[in-house]
């Protein structure tokens, strides 16, 4: 990665689902009246929160919204690829127009695009393996400082063990926000969002560790 563009990176990693803020405010239900997740949302709507997210980042900063853009059509090319009818248009259009975006970055962006990819598929997919959403025992090869290695990622009493260790402080906390709903069905969105008003804060603390001592 270019010098100086970390932080920029960086940056794009912590603000790349602001497209979501505005829609979880009163989150989409399924015909059950249970939450949806970020891949039973139904395409049109899924569209629209990337394409906000895209747009934000963009705002704060044109590369950041290229990282953005790129990772959002990996989601699509990945996660879409068994949709049919108006949800595979919607999704062929999308990953076209997130295409467009890309392509208008200089040959040096490009460069700097390809080499972040993975890193930012790597943060984000970690986040999502230490909440449960996602299974994940290994990484693609992913470059760290001069090195370049698979990370195998396997379950730890509150949290997960990462090997070969990338990071360079011994362990790394993450705390996360949220709050815990007592019921998994609802009538409606609204008292969904009456519901989410209401639940009491709680912070969740997931460790992420290295190697194990003796290895």
């Keep these: 990665m270019a ?3 970390w932080a920029r990176f960086i940056e ?9 803020i505005e829609s979880e405010k009163r989150p ?8 949806h997740d ?9 569209v629209e929160v990337w394409r906000r997210s895209v747009d ?12 953005v853009a790129q990772h959002a059509r990996r989601l699509y090319a990945e996660f879409f690829r068994d949709v049919s009818g108006e949800d595979q248009r919607l999704a062929r259009d999308f990953i076209a127009e997130m ?6 970055c200089t040959a040096s962006e490009r460069e700097d695009l390809l080499a972040s990819r993975p890193l930012l598929s790597f943060f984000d997919g970690l986040s999502l393996r230490l909440l ?3 299974a994940m025992d290994r990484t693609e090869l992913l470059p760290f400082g001069n090195d370049e290695a698979v990370l195998a990622v396997t379950e730890e009493k509150g949290g997960v063990r990462v090997q070969p260790w990338p990071f360079a402080a011994e362990a ?6 949220g709050v815990r709903l007592d019921a998994s069905r609802f009538g409606s969105p609204d008292d969904l969002a009456v519901a989410l008003a209401r639940a009491p804060a709680e912070t969740l603390r997931f460790e992420l560790k290295g190697p194990m001592k003796d290895e």
Excluded at 28 to 35: E, P, S, V
Excluded at 172 to 177: A, K, N, P
């Design 38 to 46: 970020f891949k039973s949302l139904p395409v049109p709507l899924h």
């Design 56 to 67: 934000l980042a963009r705002r704060a900063d044109p590369y950041q919204g290229l990282l």
């Design 3 to 5: 010098e100086g563009l």
């Design 132 to 134: 449960g959403a996602i």
């Design 172 to 177: 790394v906390s993450l705390d996360v926000r």
């Design 99 to 104: 295409d467009r975006a890309i392509d208008a």
């Design 28 to 35: 989409a239900l399924d015909r059950d009246g249970r939450l």
């Design 12 to 20: 794009a990693v912590r603000r790349h689902d602001d497209g979501w």
